[in-house]
């Protein structure tokens, strides 16, 4: 180990090659289709931090070959228009991936705005078909921070079978998946949360520690095991700079893996979107191809498919390779 600690696990050379592997499979997409594939990305209001990040996933669309779309609804807009909305899309066959933008205005309830996506559109993976395909063990897509946590440490090379680990946050788009997908690599998993007694317990018990409560500087030095490996998931800005869930400078020097903030988990997450997207692609590609060419009328068309297929590759791997069968 370093003197000044454990390595670090960057997200930005592994999201590289699954960019580069994302740009070939697009290529061969519009070689076959005569057009790119198409991810709608809907905001509601001009949130100044959503926004960042919604340009960033723009812009890697656009290095990689993806068409992005960005689909503004009135920030004032009820309920109802944001609905509608997704509705069109979920129902134009040029667009194979949908996100939307979070947080979502208070008068907008999450609940009916992730209901309405089409699970086959839903690169992001939080519709209740992939969250309930994800718990059964079955193919769906995964939440995207969530995948990104536990791909990066299989990517580096870390071992997971057999290891204690422990997630802090029970969140339904990062905390449960990440605990779930651990439990699928065979660790052991204990998740810990708001309501948790005597958390430092549970943490320094932790080989593989998964940090994603929101909360800066939770998670310090003297909480953790020598020879920990930390994955720090938190985003949160303090005096101006964007800072984790995990005292870095206290964690580090008795770590011996740790992915930074910024730089560990948030590169990996655009990259595995449009990995995911990629994959949404292909599997509405095979359903098109099944459909007949000439058909009668809309209302007799066959019903768009709503598990996604397994079978999207990014240069010959699955673009989701955690998700296996249940065991």
């Known amino acids: 180990m370093p003197r000044d600690g454990g390595r670090l696990l960057e997200g930005g050379p592994i999201a590289a090659e699954i960019r580069q592997a994302v740009g070939e499979d697009v290529a061969a997409y519009v070689d076959r289709r005569g057009k790119p594939p198409v991810l709608a990305v809907v905001i509601c209001g001009r949130d100044a931090p959503s926004m960042v990040y919604l340009r960033q996933i723009l812009r890697s669309c656009e290095k990689v070959g993806i068409e992005g779309r960005l689909?503004?609804?009135?920030?004032?807009?009820?309920?109802?228009?944001?609905?509608?909305?997704?509705?069109?899309?979920?129902?134009?066959?040029?667009?194979?991936?949908?996100?939307?933008?979070?947080?979502?205005?208070?008068?907008?309830?999450?609940?009916?705005?992730?209901?309405?996506?089409?699970?086959?559109?839903?690169?992001?993976?939080?519709?209740?078909?992939?969250?309930?395909?994800?718990?059964?063990?079955?193919?769906?897509?995964?939440?995207?921070?969530?995948?990104?946590?536990?791909?990066?440490?299989?990517?580096?090379?870390?071992?997971?079978?057999?290891?204690?680990?422990?997630?802090?946050?029970?969140?339904?788009?990062?905390?449960?998946?990440?605990?779930?997908?651990?439990?699928?690599?065979?660790?052991?998993?204990?998740?810990?949360?708001?309501?948790?007694?005597?958390?430092?317990?549970h943490v320094k018990d932790a080989e593989i520690l998964v940090v994603a409560a929101g909360h800066p500087g939770l998670i310090h030095g003297e909480m953790v095991r020598r020879g920990v490996v930390v994955v720090d998931v938190g985003i949160n800005v303090v005096g101006g700079t964007i800072v984790g869930d995990v005292d870095f400078e206290s964690v580090r020097p008795k770590a011996a893996a740790i992915t930074p903030v910024p730089g560990g988990v948030g590169p990996l997450t655009n990259a595995l979107l449009l990995a995911h997207l990629v994959r949404a692609a292909r599997a509405q590609e095979s359903t098109d191809d099944m459909q007949p060419r000439d058909p009668p009328s809309v209302s007799s068309r066959a019903p768009r498919a709503t598990n996604p297929s397994a079978t999207g590759t990014v240069r010959g791997r699955t673009a989701a390779p955690i998700l296996r069968g249940a065991r």
Do not use: W
């Open 71 to 201: 689909v503004e609804v009135d920030g004032e807009a009820a309920e109802t228009s944001v609905v509608e909305t997704i509705a069109g899309l979920n129902d134009d066959p040029a667009v194979n991936g949908i996100i939307v933008q979070m947080p979502l205005p208070p008068t907008i309830r999450l609940r009916t705005i992730v209901d309405a996506i089409d699970a086959a559109k839903d690169i992001y993976g939080i519709h209740p078909l992939n969250a309930g395909l994800l718990r059964l063990g079955y193919d769906g897509f995964l939440p995207a921070t969530a995948h990104a946590a536990v791909e990066i440490l299989r990517r580096s090379a870390i071992e997971i079978e057999g290891r204690r680990a422990v997630v802090i946050g029970r969140s339904a788009v990062v905390g449960m998946p990440a605990a779930f997908l651990l439990v699928r690599e065979n660790a052991t998993v204990t998740v810990c949360h708001s309501r948790t007694r005597d958390l430092a317990r």
